[in-house]
T-cell receptor, first 112, second 116 residues
Framework: EAAVTQSPRNKVAVTGGKVTLSCNQT?????MYWYRQDTGHGLRLIHY???????EKGDIPDGYKASRPSQENFSLILELATPSQTSVYFC???????????FGPGTRLTVL | AQKVTQTQTSISVMEKTTVTMDCVYETRDSSYFLFWYKQTASGEIVFLIR??????ENATEGHYSLNFQKPKSSIGLIITATQIEDSAVYFCAMSVASSSFSKLVFGQGTSLSVVP
């Protein structure tokens, strides 16, 4: 069964609203990541975490917060959603810092 | 800064043939890791294979293999005996050991179409 799951899979939000995207992994990996994928930009790193209680900024953190309450769970929070945050969001987990990451199925977010 | 470039936007091949997808990378680091991922039509991103920069042998995994040419900063993905279900977008990616965290830098992707 899938080792990295995301919820919801699809989300429509209104501008200015709060959105929380959730990710759960059963790989027992220390590292977790949030990416967004947009046509023309590929995959870009938003936030990452080395373990429970830690969050770090990636390349495009503005407008996003992250939370890692446990080894298994990593959330991405959009406090005030904007149409420019319409995208597909992927969560990933990884065992060791420089080795491969394993991705969840993605969440398609539309901000109207 | 690290950069990964995939110049082939799309490729179409006949089923059961061999295909090679190109990828070149830029880094000043002596230790780095190269990856290939596959993104299916449903959007799922699947890890396929990894090459460690310090290893001279080309990595292989099932019907996937790599052509690692370090002097040319090139890491090609070879798929033998292609199947219809290999149709997908393939991404090359890199991480470097000297960075403070394991950031993956992705190429723009190559769309592969396998036709009967």
């Amino acid at each position: 069964e899938a080792a990295v799951t995301q919820s919801p899979r699809n989300k429509v939000a209104v501008t200015g609203g709060k959105v929380t995207l959730s990710c759960n992994q059963t790989n027992n990996h220390n590292n977790m990541y949030w990416y967004r994928q947009d046509t023309g930009h590929g995959l870009r790193l938003i936030h990452y975490s080395y373990g429970a209680g830690s969050t770090e900024k990636g390349d495009i953190p503005d407008g996003y917060k992250a939370s890692r309450p446990s080894q298994e769970n990593f959330s991405l929070i959009l406090e005030l959603a904007t149409p420019s945050q319409t995208s597909v969001y992927f969560c990933a987990s990884g065992d060791w810092d420089y080795y491969e990451q394993y991705f969840g199925p993605g969440t398609r977010l539309t901000v109207l | 800064a690290q950069k990964v470039t995939q110049t082939q936007t799309s490729i179409s091949v006949m089923e059961k043939t061999t295909v090679t997808m190109d990828c070149v990378y830029e880094t000043r680091d002596s230790s780095y890791f190269l990856f290939w991922y596959k993104q299916t039509a449903s959007g799922e991103i699947v890890f396929l294979i990894r090459q460690d920069s310090y290893k001279k042998e080309n990595a292989t995994e099932g019907h996937y293999s790599l052509n690692f040419q370090k002097p040319k900063s090139s890491i090609g993905l070879i798929i033998t005996a292609t199947q219809i279900e290999d149709s997908a977008v393939y991404f090359c990616a890199m991480s470097v050991a000297s960075s403070s965290f394991s950031k993956l830098v992705f190429g723009q992707g190559t769309s592969l179409s396998v036709v009967p």
